[in-house]
């Protein structure tokens, strides 16, 4: 039997396959996707989706614990785990059908089994399927993400010891539980179990949480977790996991001074690794750097006619660089006139715990180091009126100009809803606004968005409400 031949195969269907597989089709290309286990991948599956949907299960609770204050009175609210845990499920699935209807009304042809390239006939590469298979590809797109970086005397068990996988399905609620790790995944599970009722303790390596994020917003997090009853240690390693009769043993170092405690369940969540093992890549060009694989600016490998995007091709691990890239790709093999190549600056970060941190662009260390003089402004969620018809006064705007030529360098929010604010500075960045277009934007009245202007009115002095 002959082989089919396409114009491009996309070796993996997450935010970044499946989106370049619609751009692909949508340019006129004969375009099939292989993926070995869910259409959607990890973050409709077991990422950025489900959890969402854990957190707002956590955010309702959390309102009506607190809904006197808004003059209601609600007795006997309870927690239902099991329900809370299918309606994730159920989020989830709902997407992934959703994706295998977006593939058959781009006619891309959905392939189930591992891909692995198998060399070349010709021009063509040829990717093998489950080794029993073998579909021919003029180019190919390799979009096969990455898994949970396991360290030595961490690994998870998949019964007490977790990795976000397991920790999105639990069977009952922990009474205690260890976070090792407090990036965005981190933070989210230590949010969402701390506001179920959960003991929850969070050990980082660095020296303050959310490290990526800038250093005013990273400690006004952490007194905001910490007010919710998160412990957290900074300067921290978890030396050992082992398991007892009472639960999971941590070895603890703070500080140079060690400890022992126990808890219920542990989460490690200390980063991720490219998945690049057994693609054939033996064969090829394609080159990898700690587990992920090396790419231009145009997410081209050093092989001809092979793309890499998304998490197997480097930070930052995001859905949305994954799925913009996927886009660029498919326009860059297309041949489509004035394609952009990824600007990394322009990437927003996104971190849905209560509070929610947002971001995009330089931190103000980030920029000081690279020589810029600079305009700093602020504005505080205890000045706008609809963060206090909200109930939510905690937190603030930032904002970072180059005092020279008034570009937005980056901006920085924690507090409710902000990562739903945070793409209209991106938007600010991408169409290379100064500040005197963001004064001149009129922010409707009364919106969460006005803090965004004022913060930007604070940094040339002109601030308003405050």
Known sequence: MSEQ?????????????????????QLGKKVAIVEANHLGGICLNWGCIPTKALLRSAEV???????????????DAKINFDVIIKRSRDVSEKLTKGIAHLMKKNKVDVINGYGRLSGKTGSYHKISVDGKSTVLAGKVILATGARARVLPGLEPDGKDIWTYKEAMVPKALPKSLLVIGSGAIGMEFASFYRTLGVDVTVVELLD???????????????????????VVHTGATVRKLHKSAKGVDAEIEINGKGQKSTFDKVIVAVGIVGNTEDLGLESTKVKLEKNQIKVNEFCLTDEPGIYAIGDVAGAPWLAHKASHEGVMVAEHLAGVKGVHPMNRSMIPGCTYSSPQVASVGMTEVQAKEKGHKLKVGRFPFMGNGKALALGEPDGFVKTIFDEKTGELLGAHMIGTEVTELIQGFVIAKTMEATEVELMQTIFPHPTLSEMMHESVLDAYGRVIHM
């Open 5 to 25: 031949m396409y114009d491009v195969v996309i070796i993996g269907a997450g935010p970044g396959g499946y989106v370049a597989a619609i751009r692909c089709a």
């Open 61 to 75: 609770y959390h309102l009506i614990q607190n809904s006197e204050e808004f003059g209601i009175t609600v007795k």
């Open 208 to 230: 303050r949480i959310l490290p990526v994020e800038d250093e005013e917003v990273s400690k006004f997090a952490r007194k905001a977790f910490e007010g919710k009853g998160i």
